[in-house]
């Protein structure tokens, strides 16, 4: 892929040609010296050596590269930034693995057009690329005449892990996400049709809808695997999702999992992690609501979970946590509407964490976390998405577990990797949006929404990461002076909504008796 030849010493002889001929157009930087060159934290092969010895970057009326760090600067992420696009809208990135430099890659997320573009394999030949365009009088960057899809890292690692990986390609590439994220899309950058190649991306969060904090997202972007793939990142903060994500699969046996998971950590962390017991079958028959098979595998064998950091679940009815504010328990819907886990406290406040049931099927979905103290919740309408199931909330808590038993601090670690537990605490914002939006749509259950009071503002949550927080208030058409008349699920929670006091009802005073949900 990397090869040392007459092109990349013809592009700095043309270059410095240049450079003596266009004086005002073109400034070459002083190269480096083997020294300095050694003394880099990434391999300099002598391809990319024979260039930077004679310029260190260079300068036109339109762009600045840089081909080292200077001073303190350092690479970081498996690759070098060479220098800006777009007036530093973009950025043009190299990779700097132990076998070569490459490929150059120019990431523009930004605006209503995202580009992502991989101009060459290698340095020398993109340097060689930009010299002829130089020569020729061309400013605007190559577009590309190539196109290849971004991958969910999500689906490519749980493709791999079903086997569905037909070679040994896609099981490197598997590897190189790990467990995958949700956020996060891959390119594989080995055997791309040609150059340069545009890449069918865009990131997960969208600036067309108007949030308090509007334009705090970025893009991370990495080149990892010494040149195979990029990674782009998408960090959701101050704007609202774009489009759904691949989630992590939920196992079919994800209680069974779960219950032996949880046992096991009981058992090598019995400092960290203790279970209570569970109850009998009978006991959950005279329970308010029907409990499904694969919540009884748990009910049977663990009855409350306490994990250092955490707060504890108490997965039976009665704990003294599940007290709720009676004219709370009614903006949640009610009896047999949710089951509480959990009282979450951060800071001054407190949450509630449940399982949100559908009373018409009897059918246990999504655990959320909503704000425990009625008049905020009144005033700041919002929650937490925090699993699909029960077992799913508790085989993120084992996996978390494991890791925090790793290392030092295991309480620590566990209360800083889940800060999410409490709603608005720095996950993505899927947008709330009035429900009026759905009038003509196909989907059953964004269709059935429609019949929501005027001013109801709703968020699908099946294709929204996990953690995700639903703001509610921070939709741009949720009236400032607008208060929550009660919190609607739907499907046990697949879709969310609030439903806003009519402007011309008064709002009534808050209850403070409590009762034992």
Same mark, same amino acid.
């Given at each position: !892929? ?10 700095? %002889? ?7 001929? #266009? ?67 973009? @950025? ?11 490929? /150059? ?8 057009? &995202?580009?992502?573009? /991989? ?13 002829? %365009? ?89 080149? /990892? ?7 782009? =990142?998408?960090?959701? @903060? ?12 939920? *196992? ?43 919540? %009884?595998?748990?009910? =049977? ?69 909503? *704000? ?16 699909? @199931? ?23 670690? !566990?209360? =800083? ?13 899927? %947008? ?53 008349? #009660? ?6 929670? !697949? ?12 709002? &009534?005073?808050?209850?403070? /008796?409590?009762?034992?949900?």
């Amino acid at each position: !892929m990397y090869h040392a030849g007459p092109s990349a010493v013809d592009a700095v %002889r043309a270059l410095k040609e240049l450079a003596r001929e #266009r004086p005002d157009e073109l400034e070459l930087f002083e190269g480096f010296t083997d020294a300095e060159l050694d003394g880099w934290t990434v391999a300099v092969p002598e391809e990319v050596r024979g260039v930077l010895r004679e310029i260190g970057g260079l300068e036109t009326d339109d762009h600045e590269y840089r081909f080292g760090p200077r001073g303190r600067e350092v690479f970081t992420d498996g690759c070098w930034t060479l220098g800006d696009t777009d007036f530093g809208e973009g @950025s043009l990135i190299v990779g700097v693995g132990a076998t070569g430099w490459g490929p /150059v890659v120019a990431v523009n997320p930004w605006g209503s057009d &995202p580009d992502v573009t /991989v101009e060459a394999p290698d340095f020398t030949t993109w340097l060689t690329a930009f010299t002829e %365009r130089l020569a020729d009088g061309v400013a605007d960057r190559p577009r590309g005449t190539f196109s290849v899809p971004a991958t969910s890292t999500v689906a490519l690692a749980e493709a791999d892990h079903a086997g569905g990986a037909g070679n040994g390609g896609d099981r490197e590439l598997a590897a190189l996400v790990g467990r995958g994220d949700p956020l996060t899309d891959l390119v594989d950058l080995h055997g791309l049709p040609g150059y340069p190649c545009s890449v069918d991306w865009e990131p997960y969060f969208s600036t067309f809808h108007n949030t308090a904090d509007t334009g705090s997202s970025e893009v991370q972007f990495q080149i /990892v695997g010494e040149g195979r793939a990029l990674l782009l =990142r998408s960090v959701v @903060s101050g704007d609202f999702l774009g489009r759904a994500v691949r989630r992590h699969r939920v *196992p079919a046996d994800a209680a069974r999992r779960a219950v032996a998971e949880l046992r096991e950590l009981a058992d090598s962390c019995p400092d960290s992690v203790a279970l209570e017991a569970g109850c009998a079958e009978s006991e959950m028959d005279g329970w308010s609501v029907p409990v499904p098979e694969d919540l %009884r595998t748990v009910f =049977r064998e663990i009855g409350g979970v306490a994990i250092a950091g955490l707060p504890t679940l108490r997965l039976l009815p009665g704990a003294p946590e599940h007290a709720v504010d009676p004219e709370l328990h009614r903006m949640l819907g009610g009896d047999g509407s949710y089951w509480p886990l959990a009282r979450i406290v951060h800071g001054r406040g407190h949450a509630l964490a449940q399982v949100r049931i559908d009373p018409a099927t009897g059918r246990w979905g999504y655990v959320v976390s909503v *704000p425990g103290d009625g008049e905020s919740l009144r005033t700041y309408p919002e929650l937490a998405l925090l699993a699909e @199931s029960l077992p799913d909330l508790l085989l993120t808590f084992t996996r978390l577990a494991r890791r925090a038993a790793a290392g030092p601090d295991f309480a620590a670690r !566990m209360a =800083r990797d889940t800060r999410w537990l409490f709603p608005n605490t720095g996950e993505p914002w899927p %947008r709330p949006a009035p429900v009026g939006e759905w009038a003509d749509s196909a989907d059953p259950l964004l269709a059935a929404a429609t019949e929501l009071p005027d001013g109801t503002h709703a968020a699908d949550l099946r294709a929204v990461p996990i953690p995700s927080d639903l703001c509610f208030y921070r939709a741009a058409g949720w009236p400032y002076a607008a208060r929550l008349e #009660r919190l609607h699920f739907a499907a046990a929670g !697949m879709l969310a909504a609030a439903v806003p006091v009519p402007m011309s009802v008064p709002v &009534p005073a808050p209850v403070n /008796v409590p009762v034992v949900g």
